[in-house]
């Protein structure tokens, strides 16, 4: 969070006050960050090296995405979001031409929408390791050459309009505080399943 303000990571001393300014800020975004989740996933078919085929009928044409699920037999989207009233108070300290407390609470709820990403990918994880699987890395519309204007589709197939989530013209979602990403599950190899669960010889 320090760093999305400007602050260089062991070198910026940053005086009482505006710790102090910080801690409140954090107290506000907790008390109005609403965290929403919503999780597709399926089967799916590589029909070219950049055509994807998710079933029943969503497709996806990025090569990036071919090779990223290559060796999966499961596909995953999700979408997050924290809600719109961090953003609502931001706009309102921004009016009384409260910047930086502005500038802090934004900094707060990007921070807080990565970290909400990064938990709904670590359950998929958890979920997936308990049934031997692995997940690759998670990768989002608007990165390599999966085109950002592929976001709508994506996020009509993991139904994220349930959770609030919308976008504007230009593909940006909204709460501007949400994160969409994909993964696939792949198999973990055979011999590294039995010599995960292989009994321990602690004699």
Sequence with gaps: MLARLGFASGKTVIDPKTTAALEQ??????????????IAFSAFKI????????????????????NLLANCHL??????????????????????????????LDAIGSVAAEELAEITNQQIKTE?????????????PGYGNWPLNAQKDF??????????????????????KSVSAILGIYKRQAEEISLRFAPRDDK
């Design 25 to 38: 800020e954090i107290l506000i975004a907790k008390k109005i960050i609403v965290p929403k989740q919503a």
């Design 128 to 140: 997936a390791e308990l049934v031997g699987n692995l997940t690759t890395m998670r990768f989002s």
């Design 155 to 176: 996020l009509n197939w993991i139904g994220a309009q349930a959770v609030g989530i919308k976008l504007t013209p230009s593909f940006q979602m909204l709460p501007e």
């Design 47 to 66: 029909i070219a090296d950049d055509i994807i085929l998710i079933e029943p009928s969503f497709e996806i044409k990025s090569k990036d995405i071919a």
């Design 75 to 104: 596909v995953y989207g999700f979408a997050v979001t924290i809600g719109t009233a961090l953003e609502e108070k931001r706009n309102a300290y921004i009016n009384e031409k409260e910047t930086s407390h502005a500038l802090m």
